[in-house]
């Protein structure tokens, strides 16, 4: 992360979103599945491919979203997955890290296939970068939309969690999430048939006026914020610790390297019903 503020600082004025916040989860991802880093800005690539596919400045009109690049994320996977295998066969001890946690993990009494990896691995490496960037980088630009909350965390940076927590009710990552009922139930006055196909809004949630008071305004001293950005019950995000302390730290080293922090233009938020976030972020940094 310290690394990612002397790049910053080189630069002065940044598009925030990729040349700064991009960098993070692909480097805590590479690391932590011990990842060539020399691969992590193709796999933050393919990750973005993947979850752009509707902006018309990232894919071209009527193309839809890439799925070649899942396809190539996933093929990368098994090829990670069968080298690692046979390292192991071969008698070589393998690296202590997250890819050899899984592999060696019991998944209903036998070890996860090398095609269940390539799909577990293309959820965990696009989740983890497209909502931690967004995060960041809509987290910067709500803190300088309210100069006063920056203010307040400058002075304070025992506000930091609750700040993160904030930044996630106020510009959660996603849109939406839709899932299947499996059995009858009811929402409100309306009645869910089993097999019935149900659309989760956290934009809509994290507002409910029956749980948060003032929900139009953002309070990183607010308490309690029992916001849905990760989810709830079965669902609930695998990464959550992981993401909290990645804001946590992001933003420690961000504040504590640049005193002055400034947009320099307009925030261009991407074209998306599911992803809730910016394309382009343009800011100075000043030491």
Not at 59 to 72: H, N, T
Not at 222 to 247: D, M, T
Not at 252 to 264: D, R, S, T
Not at 271 to 285: A, D, E, F, I, T
Request: aromatic share 6%; hydrophobic share 40%.
């Amino acid at each position: 992360c310290r690394d990612l503020m002397v790049e910053a600082a080189d630069r002065g004025e940044v598009e925030f979103v990729h040349d700064v916040t991009s960098g993070l989860p692909s480097r805590v991802m590479g690391q932590l599945m011990g990842l060539p880093e020399d691969d992590w800005s193709h796999l933050h690539g393919l990750a973005e491919r993947q979850t752009s596919g509707q902006d018309p400045d990232l894919i071209a009109p009527g193309e839809g979203p890439d799925y070649s690049a899942s396809i190539e994320m996933a093929m990368y996977a098994i090829e990670l997955a069968t080298a690692r295998r046979r390292a192991i066969d071969a008698g070589r001890t393998p690296p202590s890290d997250l890819t050899t946690l899984i592999l060696e993990g019991d998944f209903g009494g036998q070890p996860m296939t090398e095609l269940d990896f390539g799909s577990f691995f293309v959820q965990l490496v696009t989740a983890g970068n497209d909502t931690t960037k967004t995060m960041l980088s809509s987290g910067l630009l709500a803190l300088l939309q309210h100069p006063d909350q920056l203010a307040a965390v400058r002075a304070d940076a025992s506000l930091l969690p609750g700040a993160i927590e904030e930044i996630l009710r106020w510009a959660n990552p996603l849109h939406y999430f839709r899932r299947t009922a499996v059995a009858p139930t009811r929402i409100g006055d309306t009645e869910i048939a089993a097999g019935d196909k149900v659309a989760m809004y956290y934009t809509s949630a994290n507002r409910d006026p029956e749980v948060f008071t003032d929900p139009d305004r953002f309070d990183i001293g607010r308490h309690p914020n029992p916001h849905l950005s990760f989810g709830i019950g079965e669902h609930f995000c695998l990464g959550v610790h992981l993401a909290r302390l990645e804001g946590r730290v992001f933003f420690e080293e961000l504040l504590g390297a640049f005193p002055k922090i400034e947009l320099v233009g307009e925030p261009v938020r991407i074209r998306s019903n599911l992803n809730n976030g910016l394309k382009r972020l343009p800011v100075r940094l000043e030491t």
